[in-house]
């Protein structure tokens, strides 16, 4: 009996399914080259909504009143580019190179604006909004930030290996690898630090940030293994192991989900935790739940008791089934604009299920855990825990259900789509209509990455398979003390001013991992570097031009690190 009604009700979903992919794919199709016009028009100097607004620099909207977002989020910013970057290194748009230029180069402007999270060597990179024209926003706001050096490192790190693998490792060792070590050095000294969510509400640890920031280090230990800056590998792995352990602390085991923040005083049901999925995605880890893969069984139960807390709480989900989509927002306590549905919320979940679905496909299998149980028994309410091989009906009856459900929520993102496909920050939790910031960049973005991976399509892999988890968790570290360099050195074109000392963070007197200084003001080269405290340090500056090594004279500089506080030396090429 059982068998006929399971029968029975996979015939119906496959004539659901059937409809409802065939909205879908006409809205994908429609929608895709409005949402990338969208993205385009939002970013200086040339974008059509972004006047003002210097190269590369990404508004977050153009709307000035009742929201003004007439500024620049680092997060938003390296969210958007790291989907343009994608775009382009995968061959899906090749006309992106000067647009990812740009962005670099207001990026590294950017790191050097003093504003009131500080200096570049004092915290200012936690600094999370800026003007548009490059300038520090002064008002009162919720920082430090810490996820959006992370996001940014990550999104040029994804650029810089697709360099290397297309023979232009010197660009990424001579401008690249300086940029990107700024934030990866920020996110290793300050992980462990309490943080703005990526909602700008809460201040506390957050598994957005932690999750990104464990990615980054990954990432950065990577690059920095291939371009022969070995000197910073040990302390990111070291760093990136402590923020893995940590990350298991966030898991609710009842009813099974991730809790958002440690604080806040909210439920912790968030959106936070669905794009954690989706932005740390690596098609090559499977389902491991220790980095929160997709179709983890830990990911696909949040993703459940996420989606059903706003079942009840909006006009425009009455009446949808226990197993259909519904219009999601950032939390249900949300009363920010009237607390309603957000598009990347939307998408962020179909998101989720499609890289789970590319991952089963991949593997020819899923696998139902107690932990996901109640996920997979909205499709299935006889399934039992155990393996399906990809030749089981039950398996093709799972994965045609969750590929409906995730069309689901595309769909739900189409319904309140107005007519020119323009996508705001909300849509109104009674009737649907758009509201809030209009344009958002963000809106655009999640919706190509969503379409994207609707399509199948994944990005490069960035080291998380086999990944485990340390037995003991370090969440401290020795003190240290942030010191800039600066030396006044004059050279020829070609040649290159590095930084190599008696510590680790120094390089040990490495001159194949020595630190590259920065020329910008030229010819003063500078780089900050974060030492011991209280610390005897010997130091000198060298020359290389074309692999020759040229030391400073002798004496070594020497000085002893302060217990506090920021040290700045000036030295002259000797």
Request: charged share 15%; net charge negative.
């Amino acid at each position: 009996m059982w068998r006929s009604l399971r029968l029975v009700s996979a015939l119906g979903l496959c004539a659901s399914a059937f409809a409802q992919s065939s909205t879908v794919d006409l809205y994908t199709s429609t929608e895709s080259p409005i949402a990338k016009a969208g993205v385009l028009a939002n970013i200086g100097p040339s974008g059509a909504k972004s006047s003002g607004a210097y190269p590369g620099v990404v508004i977050a909207s153009p709307s000035t009143t009742d929201p003004d977002y007439l500024y620049t989020w680092v997060r938003d910013s390296s969210l958007v580019f790291k989907m343009l970057i994608d775009q382009y290194t995968s061959g899906q748009d090749t006309t992106l190179h000067a647009h990812i230029d740009n962005f670099i180069a207001a990026e590294a402007n950017l790191q050097q604006v003093t504003n009131p999270s500080g200096t570049l060597s004092t915290g200012g990179l936690g600094e999370p909004k800026f003007n548009i024209n490059e300038t520090a926003f002064t008002g009162a706001w919720g920082r430090p930030q810490r996820d959006g050096p992370a996001l940014r490192s990550i999104s040029m790190i994804t650029y810089a290996n697709w360099l290397i693998a297309n023979n232009n490792e010197s660009y990424v060792t001579d401008s690249l690898w300086p940029i990107i070590k700024l934030d990866l050095d920020y996110v290793l000294n300050n992980w462990n630090e309490t943080t703005f969510d990526l909602w700008e509400e809460v201040d506390s640890s957050s598994f957005f940030t932690s999750a990104v920031q464990h990615r980054a280090l990954r990432q950065g230990s990577a690059l920095a293994a291939e371009i022969g800056q070995s000197s910073v590998v040990s302390g990111y792995n070291t760093q990136a192991d402590n923020i893995l352990c940590f990350l298991q602390s966030y898991w609710n085991p009842s009813p099974g989900f991730m809790t958002a923040n440690t604080g806040g005083g909210r439920s912790g049901r968030d959106a936070n935790t669905v794009l954690t999925s989706i932005h740390v995605f690596d098609v090559e880890a499977g389902c491991d739940g220790v980095t929160f893969q997709p179709c983890s069984d830990i990911a696909l139960s949040n993703l459940k008791v996420y989606v059903d807390s706003f079942r009840e709480i909006y006009s425009i989900n009455s009446g949808i089934r226990a197993d259909q989509a519904v219009a999601t927002g950032r939390y249900p306590e949300d009363v920010y604009q009237g607390g309603n549905p957000w598009y990347l919320a939307s998408f962020a979940v179909a998101e989720q299920l499609y890289d789970a679905l590319i991952v089963w496909s991949n593997e020819g299998s899923l696998t139902v855990t107690d932990v996901s149980f109640p996920f997979f028994q909205q499709f299935d309410t006889y399934i039992t825990p155990g393996t399906y091989s990809s030749s089981t009906p039950i398996y093709s009856n799972l994965t045609t259900a969750i590929r409906n459900f995730a069309d689901g929520f595309v769909a739900t993102a189409a319904k309140y789509t107005p007519s020119g496909g323009g996508l705001a920050e909300q849509y109104t939790r009674s009737d649907g209509t758009p509201t809030s910031a209009v344009d958002l960049t963000w809106s655009y973005a999640s919706a190509l990455t969503a379409f994207n991976a609707r399509a199948g399509k994944t990005s490069a892999s960035w080291g998380a398979s086999c990944l485990s988890v340390s037995p003991t968790c370090s969440t401290s570290m020795a003190p240290t003390v942030p010191v800039v360099f600066n030396v006044n050195a004059t050279t020829v074109l070609g040649q290159n001013i590095y930084l190599t000392g008696s510590v680790g963070a120094l390089t040990d007197w490495s001159t194949t991992g020595a630190i590259l200084m920065s020329s910008a003001n030229y010819p003063i080269w500078s780089t900050a570097v974060t030492l011991p405290a209280n610390t005897q340090i010997q130091y000198k500056y060298i020359i290389i031009d074309n692999g020759e090594v040229t030391w400073e004279s002798d004496p070594n500089n020497e000085f002893t690190t302060s217990m506090s506080g920021i040290t700045t030396l000036n030295d002259v090429w000797r």
